[in-house]
């Protein structure tokens, strides 16, 4: 029996939506399949690493750990910042210009999310200690892998 996915719904910002549709295009694939395959290749990475090592660019966390990240920087997955992932989010609710991405991850993907954004606190993104929205995780991870680089908001 197949494991089953968790399946998580969302839009992303007019510039990402670009480069992830102009990136499609090229490849001849839907966007969906192209970012969720960007969002395994980044969450190899942070699975690599654990939630632990995990740290947002700018956050105190990420200052407190700089000179120990610089050393050891595979051991570190490094979020861009609330203001770069911010930038290249969507907060329109119109759907014929963000239509929404299905995404799809399995259990410990799930879990491993959930882990990072509990630590994070992210703006409205946890509610009574219950995670409500993954935006700056995923959307984070998206601008980290080199297909979305050129946007200039990956973390260092």
């Not at 089953?4 to 992830?20: F, S, W």
């Not at 799809?104 to 879990?111: G, L, M, P, S």
Request: with cysteine; proline share 2%.
């Amino acid at each position: 029996m197949k494991d089953e996915k968790v399946k998580i719904n969302m839009r992303v910002g007019q510039r990402l939506r670009e480069v992830l549709e102009g990136r499609a295009a090229v490849e001849d694939i839907r966007v969906g399949t192209l970012t969720n395959r960007l969002l395994q290749e980044e969450l190899g990475k942070v699975l690599a690493v654990g939630a632990e090592h995990c740290v947002v660019e700018g956050e105190d966390e990420y200052e407190q750990h700089r000179e120990e990240i610089a050393k050891s920087r595979d051991q570190y997955y490094i979020f861009p910042s609330d203001a770069a992932v911010d930038d290249n989010m969507s907060t329109k609710e119109d759907n014929t210009v963000f239509p929404q991405i299905s995404l799809y991850f399995t259990k410990e993907q799930h879990d491993v999310m959930n882990e990072i954004v509990l630590r994070r606190g992210a703006w409205k993104t946890v509610q009574n200690g219950h995670v409500k929205s993954y935006r700056y995780v995923i959307v984070g991870m998206l601008l980290n892998n080199p297909a979305c680089r050129k946007l200039g908001a990956a973390g260092k």
